[in-house]
């Protein structure tokens, strides 16, 4: 091939590569407001100093966001019909570490950066301070100006089988691998008791409890969530390391030890099952490596979902409120 097709050829996958990732770039910010970046992740570091469980949340938060319209700082409207107000909802946390990132971003340069961007750094940070891996987040995106409680029914549940969760990611143009990779990032945080409460004590029609929850376990989740006691007693959703980014969440999903229902059955689905023992490995160093270099590639991609570019949107004043 001579050299101009070949450049041609060059140019042409580089825009195909671009555009499937909807026109987000890495150092989108760098001339408009070259310290965004860092002033996000000093404000995530100092709430995380504060409270370390914030990190966990800032990451579902960006999930949230990104499978309701889009990433597109949905989630973060407040009002009665707002989507946080969606029942799939409730229990985020961490829209004052946004707020208070937006106000700062906002004394340095004026109406630059997205709420939807600083949702997607503050994810990214919120990984790497639990022990996980880095990666460079494509920018760029614009805030949306809808937001609906009614639009929230495509965020999975924790009863959904895998067909379920399957067929709502699929929908975003997340495969199997990505679901797997993605629901991963339940290696920190926690969960209400009430989510997973019905598997200790009521989960088949004579009263019983889920015969695939491991009955070491068993016991243990019964203690912590006795019949009757507070749906809102906190559990860690990977027991023994809630607080570290690691793949003991795909070992303890093989060895009957998920607390989610949904998690679980990636375990009795053999495509899921196949991705989980891949993170759950038997080499413990070698597989922890191979999902750090997973979930940054599934993250940039679900980061990518249906975002608004260029003029579409705006950047809101207030990450809470439309201009
Ligand atoms: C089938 C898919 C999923 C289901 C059914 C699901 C469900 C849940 C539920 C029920 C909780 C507990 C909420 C509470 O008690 O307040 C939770 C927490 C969490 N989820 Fe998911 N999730 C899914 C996928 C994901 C994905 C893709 C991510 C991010 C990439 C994610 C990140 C998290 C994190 C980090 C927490 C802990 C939050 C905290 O400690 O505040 N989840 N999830
Ligand atoms: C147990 O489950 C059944 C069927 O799902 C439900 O009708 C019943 O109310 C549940 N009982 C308790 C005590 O939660
Ligand atoms: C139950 O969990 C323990 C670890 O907590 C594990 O060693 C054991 O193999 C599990 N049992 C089954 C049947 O998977």
Redesign the pocket.
Known sequence: MEEGKLWCCVVMVLTLMRSACGQLKAGFYSSSCPNAEGIVRSTVQSHFNQDP?IA??L??LH?HDCFVQGCDGSVLISGSSAEKTALSN??L?GFEVIDDAKSQLEASCLGVVSCADILAWAARDAVVLTGGPSWSVPTGRRDGTVSLSSQASNL???L?PVSV?RQKFSAKGLDDHDLVT??G??T?????CR?FSYRLYNFTATGNSDPTINQSFLGQLQAMCPKNGDGLRKVA?DSGSAAKFDVSFFKNVRDGNGV?E?DQRLWEDSATRSEVQKYAGTVRGLFGLRFDFEFPKAMIK?SSIEVKTGSQGEIRKVCSKFN
Do not use: E, K, Y
């Open positions: 469980t966990p949340s990451l579902r999930f409730t229990g946390r999975p549940s924790p959904d969760q993605l629901v990032a339940h920190i945080g926690q969960t209400d989510f959703l989610l949904s679900m």
